[in-house]
């Protein structure tokens, strides 16, 4: 595939925009800057000399650099350091001589500026034509006048070996950016579009803002990378600007970027959907208001297109609703590698996306190395083949389950769209989390809720439309594309409020909800729970609550069940070979509790208390079991009084969510409780080689700041006395 559009406009035909100005090139020369502004043409300054460069850190240049009848050397190589001229035009043509000596590594970088702390430390950073003893067919990204780690240039040049001189030139006018060597055109790329954020998110460049875009301040510079080079001869011509060019962008994009789920030392699952558009419709309409006596009534009819245009203004379709982001079809690619070994880079074939599956597209990859965080980027492309986004995420895989290693972690349930409680940007837990840095995130399910208004989903189109929506939110998206994560469903993102097999929910079943869910939405995987160790001390157990479960008005016993004779065995199976200090059970659904009478759907309630009392009595017959669980809004930390069984219920993700408990009433199962909003985090650490290692879990506000903490192996907690946030 050709990664950049090809010009044949050459460097002395030019097309009237790019015409250069009345500025005779003069040998050696340069208009110079001051104080990062471009200087008059009467300032005028010879690259030649000396005074004219200055180091990365702004100090006179070392004598590693030689200056000597019109020659510049770098006489001491590793010793001289890259130097830098003054601010000087970013649209131009430059043309100079070199020559290097064997196992030369060196270049000229142009449009230099710093692009912040995240990107090198705010090192001087620009496009470089790379020179390097390479081979002269070598059409590398590193090779002699490449776009250096970029776009490699042509196979066909002319490359004269180390002692000789050879010429190179560079056009750079607006986003047109062109390398030449002993008068051919061997590389070029145009600075926007997908094309080149492609090459951006697969280069050591990624995160930086607009490189290689014009940018006034802008500089260039010699670089000191290893081996002696000589330059001379250099030939400057500032050229009229051109603006950048703007194209309306054509999709499908990646609104919803990626997901991911079920990782372990060797695999994981990356999901994306190919978009209509770059984010969701934030100017949409309003849904029409409905009741919930009224949504009661609906979800007992089948007709989907009567479900749909009652909560439609007249005349509006699904994708003009506030929050839309519908899909498109298109084709996408994802590649992937080590973090810093991008020579190790995998990549897939292209999957077509329909609407069949809601343009969603799913990857399994297996191979992976343990411990190991992956860059991911995902291309997407029309269905004919012409390029139209990229994003790039990342994931972490588990490691080897000998290491001893520190390691974070949050658990998070209960959020919606409409209880969002950070406006556009999503919900205030993510920046939060972020903070923390976690190794993983469970999101312990109730995700989205099906059965809440604007809109009622009673329909599989309005089911999608809204987990379209709540993932173009920028936090959550963002947070979600970049984070390994174990995904659980509940009962709201399955159909509805303590929904079990068989039921139906408007126009949808409950096995259209599961398949939604497991194969469409989020990562798929054929058995939905699993057990991964991460390092010597902590293993995880994530459980699957909604598919095998049985009726919640089928009577009491032996046979009623939530996890299924299959996951049960499988559980107590796996509980008993582990050897991990600590085995944390993820429940989308509390196993202690305590919970509110009227709830008909876990295990700390009388409706399912068999299985809750056999759960309860085996794992706190498992040294090491903590019990966390999602589903309910508020926080607690409880210990079940007949088993000393722990639990941790992290509360819902937003303040606008918490309810169901009464502040203060405490009960003798309680550690800690507090009617919020917010999320859980854990941290195993290894304080001492000759201690072992502790969990300390904490609760938090929604902002992120710390209301409770608990060490294991056990201690006093501690926790705020203010409940108030």
């Given amino acids: 595939m050709t990664m950049f559009r090809i010009f044949f406009c050459t460097a002395v035909v030019l097309c009237p925009a790019v015409l250069p100005r009345s500025v005779s090139p003069t040998r050696g020369l340069v208009a110079q800057e001051s104080s990062g502004e471009t200087a008059g043409a009467d300032e005028i300054t010879d690259w030649a000399r000396r005074d004219f460069w200055r180091t990365t850190g702004d100090k006179p240049v070392s004598d590693g650099w030689q200056f000597q009848d019109g020659a510049i050397t770098l006489a001491k190589p590793r010793e001289g350091g890259s130097i830098v001229t003054p601010p000087l035009p970013s649209h131009f043509e430059l043309d100079w001589q070199w020559k290097i000596e064997e196992g030369v590594n060196s270049g000229l970088k142009y449009r230099v500026r710093r692009f912040g702390k995240h990107l090198f430390s705010n090192r001087l950073l620009g496009l470089e034509y790379q ?28 490359l004269n070996p180390p002692g000789q001189w050879n010429h190179s030139k560079i056009v750079a006018v607006g986003d047109k950016i062109e390398h030449f060597l002993n008068g051919e055109r061997v590389a070029a790329a145009i600075t926007s579009g997908p094309e080149w954020e492609t090459a951006i998110a697969l280069s050591k460049f990624y995160g930086s803002s607009d490189f290689g875009r014009p940018q006034t301040g802008d500089r260039f510079m010699l670089t000191d990378h290893g081996g002696k080079i000589t330059y001379k001869d250099f030939q400057f011509v500032a050229r009229e600007a051109v603006e950048s060019s703007q194209e309306t962008r054509q999709g499908p994009f990646l609104a919803n970027a990626t997901r991911n789920s079920w990782a372990d030392q060797n695999s994981i699952v990356i999901w994306t959907r190919t978009t209509r558009n770059q984010e969701m419709l934030v100017d949409g309409k309003p849904f029409v208001q409905i009741d919930r006596k009224r949504a009661g009534q609906l979800a007992k009819i089948k007709d989907a297109d009567k479900l749909l245009g009652v909560q439609l203004p007249e005349d509006a379709s699904l994708d003009q609703m506030f929050g839309a982001c519908p899909g498109e079809a ?118 989205e809720y099906y059965d809440k208004p604007d809109p009622w989903a009673l329909t599989k189109p309005l089911m999608r439309f809204k987990w379209g929506r709540i993932f173009s939110l920028p936090s959550n998206r963002d947070f979600y594309n970049r984070t390994t994560t174990y995904f659980i469903k509940d009962d709201h993102d399955t159909l509805a409020d303590d929904s079990w097999p ?149 509360g819902p993700g937003s303040e606008k969510h918490q309810f169901g408990w009464k502040p203060g009433d405490e009960r003798p199962v309680h550690r800690f409780l507090r009617v919020k909003g917010g999320f859980l985090s854990g941290e195993l650490a290894y304080r001492d080689e000759d201690e072992p290692s502790t969990l300390t879990i904490r609760h938090h506000r929604v902002t992120g700041e710390k209301v409770s903490e608990f060490e294991f192996p056990t201690s006093i907690p501690e926790t705020a006395n203010d409940d108030s946030n």
């Avoid at 003893?133 to 002319?158: C, F, N, R």
């Avoid at 095998?548 to 009577?555: E, I």
């Avoid at 065995?569 to 070979?577: G, P, Y």
């Fill in 131 to 158: 020179i390097i003893d390479s081979q002269p067919d070598s059409t590398s990204k590193g090779s002699t006048a490449s776009i250096y780690d970029l776009v490699g240039p042509t196979k066909e040049k002319t």
């Fill in 502 to 650: 068989g039921r139906t929910y408007g126009a949808v079943t409950f096995a259209e909800g599961v398949k939604l869910f497991n194969e469409e939405q989020f990562p798929s995987k054929d058995d939905r729970y699993k057990t991964i160790r991460w390092g010597r001390d902590l293993q995880i157990w994530i459980l699957e609550g909604r598919d095998y479960r049985s009726p919640n008005d089928m009577p009491d016993g032996p046979e009623k069940t939530i996890l299924g004779e299959q996951q049960k065995a499988w559980l107590f199976q796996t509980l008993d070979e582990s050897d991990a200090r600590f085995k944390l059970i993820c429940s989308p659904t509390p196993i202690v509790g305590p919970d509110r009478a009227n709830k008909k759907d876990n295990h700390a309630n009388e409706i399912f208390a068999h299985e809750g009392r056999q759960l309860r009595e085996k794992l706190s017959s498992v040294p090491g079991v903590i019990v966390f669980c999602g589903d309910r809004h508020w926080q607690y930390a409880s210990v079940d009084e007949a088993t000393n069984l722990w639990e941790f219920g992290c």
């Fill in 330 to 447: 298109g084709k996408v690619r994802l590649t992937y590698f080590p973090n810093q070994k991008r020579n190790a880079a995998k990549s897939t074939q292209w999957t077509t996306t329909d609407a069949e599956s809601d343009f969603t597209a799913q990857w399994k990859l297996e191979g992976l190395r343990p411990d190991t965080k992956y860059a991911t980027v995902v291309e997407a492309q029309t269905v004919d083949g012409r390029p139209s986004a990229v994003l790039r995420g990342s994931f972490r895989t588990a490691p080897n389950p000998t290491e001893p290693e520190d390691l974070k972690f949050c658990i998070t349930t209960c959020h919606d769209f409409i209880r969002r409680d950070d406006g556009l940007q999503g919900h205030q837990i993510y920046p939060a989390m972020n903070q923390i840095q976690p190794d993983f995130i469970v999101h312990a399910g109730d995700i």
